[in-house]
């Protein structure tokens, strides 16, 4: 079994599976049973500053969507930070510290955009001996309205200042969460990193509104007939993370910025798809919001057994290797050609496929009185459609070897040519 | 002590009184939202998907798979009822095994198909334990239809041209409505009197009217003639009211009756505990009205069941998901078997049969023969047509139609009286609401 210890910005941990601050890390009995289950660490709920914590509404403050079978794909909560006191998590935080000196603990931390406020909460947190900080510049709902969360993240200078004032005021090393509610995620990474953050860790939720109660003709979760946009994550949010995490991985001016990766981890899969794009960890709440604490289990062996099969001893060799594989459109090969293969003995004739490309796409695809489905090369573009239709995975597109025939153009596939050097582009430089 | 298992004879009580309700409670048992919402989301939306080329009424299944996924059980209820008005009783009594779901694309690839008799249930239940109608009926057109039979076929065709606005009498022989799926169904397969709900329901679009304890040609009720003279059209969908005989010495004995009569007296019988059935019962051949009579024989509290089929189980017309039905009731199936004596002094107490086998001249019987314990007999060697009007032209026992449904001037007929098709409800249906559709174009041009 591969050997899964993680060291994220000096923070060991027995695995690099993390939970990420929310409500299964909002108090002791929970993050027990979280390091129990096997996680190996937790970023606490976030703390807000000393004196009468904020409060949460009393009715429903999640809102989902599903899948077949009603499989949750995406949740989306109006909850705010730690309703508790914080001397109350503190205190908490500490016992757990104690307890689980092999565990990381983080604590996650919004106070106003003030340097007293950051100033005064600092050394206390350090008491509880956490092994590190993460700075809540993200939640998109009721504390942005208070300037703070997202309206500090959507802000680089304000995430750089911040930034600056942890590092003056503490020894912890400094995780700064991002807010995916903004353009380009590449600022907020260059501040954060300008200000001395040791990491950046990202996707906080998204804003959103997930269904309208079409009774009531209200947002939901609805609140006494009202309802407001919320924080989106869980699965469907995978692939806008993914990207944000690439693209700081990528920008020459963030890169080898540490990268703790969010948003809609499930399996182990999809934690190895964010190491694989630069990420050092993960962190995960929708997942164990589903399913309970014990989902850590099939990603730490599922996680192994991958690193077996690839020869990977630590998941060091795992971070970062897709990353030189991102690139930008335009240095894409255009001489690279794919078409549609249509494996007849496991078709199962649902005619999915037909149905996608006839309507929707290039009419590439015949179908027989008899229903034999199959691809016409001399009109695939190689969208891809069918496969990701196609119920049991029985299509799969063929690269053509070059000196072959696009049938669809007629031309001989041959090596390397992109849109930059493309005779279409205007502003083309020759190939060499 | 009343009656066991044990007791000779044909006799009533063989079972504890609470054992009849149990053994004949819907056998399968209609589907919760739940499950419902879990089976639908296995439908795929195929393309011109063959579920909907295999049904015989060409139900848009992936349509109202979709609509009962989104939460719309009664839009999906009207996609079914708009090609078949009986999709109810279909939902309940449909071979789907060789219909839609033997088509399903997930046979091909898992061996399990989507539960689609269940959910058009689960749709056209919702729809119905409203009493509420979907369609609305036509401004009257003032023509005026006569129906024989209100069997499923001309109930089909009654309410298609109800619906267009023309009047429609159905006549019939029996006391009620339905035909078989009132007198021959099995039982356990649509319990709780839904034949009757669904005759009631179907008659909310109006203009329909039914004369029961009529039968064509019989005296004093009225023929073939006596109808186009009151009527601008005639539709026949009398079913197959005959049955075939044995042809064999001793058939009348006490205790020989068509399986069919069995099963209609069955599905009338207030109270089962009151039927008389027999402790060692023979059925003899091999469709689906010998499975039903065999297996509610069973039910009933036989002792031994033997169903006897004069060729093999694969040529059996009754489907591999039938006989398998039946064995796991405790069917015992003979294949290659034909009878050829009643042994029984007044009543019968045995039968005899000789093994069969396929030679030159087709079937031939063995030397080699075999006895059963008998002392009752069902024979389900198939139904026949009744008496039929001289201008209606018969052949092969059927009446003969042509592409429309047409089977003389002003005369149109479907279901089991025809030839076309095979002998279903749901194939019934599908001629008769397609008669309808030919009778209306029709009474329109003038
Ligand atoms: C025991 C049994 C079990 C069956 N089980 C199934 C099953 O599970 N699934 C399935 O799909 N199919 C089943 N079938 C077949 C199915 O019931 C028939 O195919 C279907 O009912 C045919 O419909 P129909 O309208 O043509 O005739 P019928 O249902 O037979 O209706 C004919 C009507 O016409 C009336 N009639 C007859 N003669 C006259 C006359 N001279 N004058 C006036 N009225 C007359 C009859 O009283 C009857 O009401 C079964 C059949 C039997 C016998
Ligand atoms: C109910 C709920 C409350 C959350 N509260 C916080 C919070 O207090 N602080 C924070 O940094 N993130 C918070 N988050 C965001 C999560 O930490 C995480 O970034 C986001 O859910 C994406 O990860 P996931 O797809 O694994 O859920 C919350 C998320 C949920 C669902
Ligand atoms: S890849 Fe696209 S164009 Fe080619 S056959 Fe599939 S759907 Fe049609």
Redesign the interface.
């Known amino acids: 079994m591969a050997d899964l210890r993680s060291e994220f910005i000096g923070i060991k941990s027995p695995n690099p599976f993390w939970l990420a601050s929310a409500p299964p890390t909002d108090k002791e009995y929970n993050v027990r049973r979280a390091f129990e289950a096997g996680w190996g660490g937790v970023v606490w709920k976030t703390l807000g500053a000393e004196g009468p914590p904020v409060v949460n509404v009393n009715g429903p403050r999640y809102g989902a969507i599903y899948g077949?079978?009603?499989r949750l794909l995406g949740l989306n909560n109006i909850e705010l930070i730690t309703d508790r006191p914080l001397e109350v998590n503190l205190r908490e935080m500490t016992m757990v510290k104690r307890d689980y000196p092999d565990r990381a603990l983080i604590a996650s931390i919004m106070v106003p955009c003030e340097e007293e406020a950051w100033k005064a909460i600092l050394p206390r947190v350090e008491e509880t001996g956490a092994d590190g900080i993460e700075l809540n510049f993200g939640c998109p709902h009721g504390m942005a309205e208070r300037g703070m969360g997202s309206a500090v993240g959507q802000v680089p200078e304000y995430i750089e200042m911040v930034t600056r004032w942890c590092k003056q005021y503490s020894n912890m090393p400094v995780i700064v969460k991002l807010t995916p509610n903004i353009t380009d995620i590449r600022k907020p990474a260059r501040a954060a990193k300008a200000g001395g953050a040791d990491a950046v860790s990202l996707i906080n939720t998204i804003n959103s509104i997930t269904s309208v109660d079409l009774d009531d003709f209200a947002p939901e979760p609805t609140i006494d007939g009202k309802g407001t946009h919320g924080g989106y994550c869980g699965p469907a949010v995978k692939p806008i993370a993914l990207n944000m995490v690439a693209e700081i991985a990528r920008d020459p001016e963030t890169a080898g910025l540490p990268i703790s990766g969010i948003g809609g981890v499930t399996t182990w899969r999809d934690a190895a798809e964010f190491l694989a794009l630069g990420a050092g960890n993960v962190q995960v709440c929708t997942a164990a919001m589903t399913y309970g604490f014990k989902v850590v289990q099939e990603m730490i062996s599922g996680l192994s057994d991958y690193m077996d099969r690839k020869g990977f001893v630590s998941t060091s060799e795992l971070v970062g290797r897709a990353v030189p594989n991102v690139t930008d459109w335009q240095y894409l090969n255009l001489g690279y050609v794919t078409k549609a293969e249509i494996k007849q003995d496991d078709c199962?004739?649902?005619?999915?496929c037909?149905?996608v490309c006839e309507d929707t796409s290039h009419q590439a695809i015949d179908?027989s009185a008899d229903?034999v489905f199959t691809v016409k090369d001399e009109e695939c573009v190689a969208c891809n459609l069918c496969v990701d239709v196609c119920?049991?995975e029985c299509i799969t597109m063929r690269k053509l070897e070059p000196g072959e025939t696009d049938l669809r153009t007629g031309e001989t596939v041959g090596g390397y040519n992109n849109w930059t050097q493309h005779p279409n582009n205007p502003s083309a430089t020759a190939a060499e | 002590m009343s009656d066991s298992q044990l007791t000779q004879g044909i006799v009533p009580g063989r079972l504890d009184p609470e054992r009849y309700c149990t053994n004949f409670a819907d056998h399968t048992p209609p589907l919760g939202a739940q499950e419902a919402r879990i089976a639908a989301d296995r439908c795929y939306f195929c393309h011109d998907a063959p579920c909907m080329e295999a049904c015989p009424t060409s139900i848009d299944v992936p349509l109202f798979i979709r609509q009962i996924s989104t939460g719309t059980p009664e839009a999906a209820a009207k996609t079914i009822f708009a090609q078949n008005i009986l999709g109810g009783m279909c939902a309940r009594v449909c071979p789907t095994e060789t219909l839609c779901e033997g088509a399903c694309v997930r046979m091909e690839s898992e061996g399990e198909p989507v539960e689609i008799g269940a959910l058009q249930r689960f749709a056209t239940d919702t729809l119905m334990a409203r009493q509420s109608h979907p369609f609305t009926r036509a401004a009257k057109t003032g023509k005026s239809v006569a129906v024989v039979g209100a069997g499923p076929a001309g109930l089909a065709c009654a309410h298609g041209l109800a619906m267009r606005g023309h009047d429609v009498t159905i006549f019939d022989a029996r006391p009620k409505p339905g035909g078989l799926n009132e007198y021959g169904i099995a039982s356990y397969k649509a319990p709780g009197g839904f034949a009757q709900a669904e005759v009631d329901w179907l008659m909310q679009i109006g203009g329909i009217s039914v004369v029961a304890n009529w039968e064509l040609g019989r005296k004093g009720d009225g023929d073939l003639g006596d109808l186009l003279a009151d009527h601008e059209a005639v539709f026949l969908g009398m079913g197959l009211s005959g049955v075939n005989a044995l042809r064999m010495e001793g058939e009348d004995k006490d205790g020989i009756v068509p399986a069919t009569e069995f099963i209609a007296e069955l599905r009338q019988a207030d109270d089962l505990a009151k039927l008389p059935i027999g402790r060692d019962v023979v059925v003899i051949g091999g469709g689906m009205t010998a499975v039903d009579a065999a297996v509610q024989s069973k039910l009933l509290g036989a002792l031994n069941v033997t169903l006897v089929y004069r060729r093999s189980r694969a040529q059996m017309p009754a489907s591999l998901h039938e006989q398998e039905h039946a064995l796991t009731h405790g069917v015992r199936i003979i294949e290659n078997a034909a009878p050829v004596a009643i042994h029984g002094n007044g009543a019968v107490r045995e039968i005899e049969f000789a093994y069969t086998q396929e030679g030159a001249s087709g079937l031939e019987r063995t030397d080699v023969t075999f006895r059963l314990p008998a002392d009752q007999v069902f024979k389900a060697i198939g139904q026949t047509l009744g008496d039929m009007p001289e201008k209606i032209e018969v052949k092969g026992g059927k009446i003969v139609v042509d592409g429309a449904g047409r089977a003389a001037p002003r005369v149109w007929a479907g279901g089991d009286c025809t030839h076309a098709g095979e002998d279903l409800t749901v194939t019934a249906v599908a001629q008769g609401r397609d008669a309808a559709v030919e009778i209306h174009q029709f009474l329109m041009e003038g």
């Open positions: 077949a079978d009603r199962i004739k649902c005619g999915r037909y149905a179908m229903r119920p049991v």
